[in-house]
């Protein structure tokens, strides 16, 4: 029972990306107590140095991203929160179209820079287990998979997230592009490995040479981070 209940808890999460949180997976999104047994988001500490990833991302590039971006979405999700409640309490909705897009933006901002740092990793790795076996399974190879993320990735148009993602309904992997924090998103899918392509996370040292931030990122992944994603979402085999 204990394993179904999980599995269910797992397809309800996969509706929403900020369900990772719920999972207890790496990159979890960090929540504090609030008022009233509410839960307010907080931004996480990055899980290494500003500079560990130098040369690939620069310490001022990481600092700005992190402590800048990444914790002006978890203000604006916080926000957005609030005046939703607001507008309950009011019983005034007029504003609920323009809350509603603000909900998705700022929420899905705060779970995929959560996701990203902890998906980078100084150190060289590989998929493991059950996922290099998928991968294997469904793309033909780790270089085919790679050479299609990277072709998404660079071709987001404008600012946006190439990811690679679990959709339960097939049991498949699927590369997918995000526009923004939130457009294009397969419902259901759950992201296992991101990459933010928003000119904030590499312009200061790549300016408009996308490309070559992408190459130079994904030989820094932590395969071992997104290999447990894959691993908790499947569920025992
Ligand atoms: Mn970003």
Redesign the pocket.
Known sequence: MESLSRREMLMWAGASAAGVATIGAPGGVALAAGAAGTKEYTLPPLPYEYNALEPVLDEKTMRI?HDK?HAGYVKGLNATLQKLEAARKAGDFSAVQALSRALAFHGSGHVL?SLYWENLNPEPSKPGGALHHAINDQFGGFETMTAQLAAATNTVAGSGWGLLAYEPLGKRLLILQIEKHENQMFCGATPILVI?V?E??YYLKYQNMRADYVKALMKHVNWDVVTKRYDDLIGPQ
């Open positions: 991203h971006h820079h933010d928003w904030h996370a």
